[in-house]
């Protein structure tokens, strides 16, 4: 089955205490990309990856660090998780090409910091 | 960058009745708009989507309309059903590959469906 598997489906951790959310997928896409989801606010872009060691900042990646080692796996990484980081993360990936399709979601991450 | 806005941010519906959602955008480089269906505990899912050379798409009950002058697309659901229920979110993207993959969501519309 084609699908974005994330892990965990929950968290729990102390402000500073550095984690990792880590995100697969197995349908050899190129493009994957992080959000977060706050009420009110929508999804908003972390960060993105074109493609093997290919990453850039979305609109909010302040706090937040992600490297593409394998084209498969997008792993999130907090150094120093804090208060407002608390928020439910999706993991996305689209196939590469000239133009854009649409986002295969994760289920989500539900992360709380306290 | 771009701008999504969307409404109503809750929509209440009788079973059987049209609902329909509203999206602007403010890019008008923009020309690929999906809509996603988030369920309870389950991330969003591509339920439809249009490019710009359509005015509109249609899948059995639900319908995406587009009109680029203005900046605005509508999600409708005809003979809604309970399982309808769900947020729903629309995005925009200027629709080419690479960076201009970027999906810009609106915030979402609870919608509920009751018997």
């Known amino acids: 089955e084609a699908q974005v598997t994330q892990n965990p489906r929950y968290l729990i951790t102390v402000t500073g205490k550095k984690l990792t959310v880590t995100c697969s997928q197995n349908?050899?896409?190129?493009?994957m990309s992080w959000y977060r989801q706050d009420p009110g606010l929508g999804l908003r872009q972390i960060y993105y990856?074109?493609?093997?060691?290919?990453?850039d900042k979305g609109d909010v990646p302040e706090g937040y660090k992600v490297s593409r080692k394998e084209k498969r796996n997008f792993p999130l990484i907090l150094e120093s998780p804090s208060p407002n980081q608390t928020s439910l993360y999706f993991c996305?990936?689209?196939?590469?090409?000239?133009?854009?399709?649409?986002?295969?979601f994760g289920s989500g991450t539900r992360l709380t910091v306290v | 960058g771009e701008n999504v806005e969307q409404h109503p941010s809750t929509l209440s519906v009788q079973e059987g009745d049209s609902a329909v959602i509203k999206c602007t955008y403010s890019?008008?480089?923009?020309?690929?708009f999906p809509w996603y269906k988030q369920e309870l505990g389950k991330g969003p899912q591509l339920i439809i989507d249009i490019r710009s050379n359509v005015g509109e798409k249609k899948d059995q009950r639900i319908a995406v309309t587009l009109n680029k002058t203005a900046k605005h697309f509508s999600l409708h659901i005809t003979e809604t059903q309970p399982e309808d229920s769900a947020v729903y979110f629309c995005?925009?993207?200027?629709?080419?590959?690479?960076?201009?993959?970027?999906?810009?969501f609106g915030t979402g519309t609870r919608l509920q469906v009751t018997l």
């Open positions: 995005a925009a993207s200027l629709g080419g590959g690479g960076t201009a993959s970027k999906l810009t």
């Open positions: 349908m050899n896409h190129e493009y």
């Open positions: 990856s074109m493609n093997v060691e290919v990453t």
């Open positions: 996305a990936s689209s196939r590469y090409s000239d133009r854009t399709y649409g986002y295969t």
């Open positions: 890019d008008s480089a923009s020309n690929y």
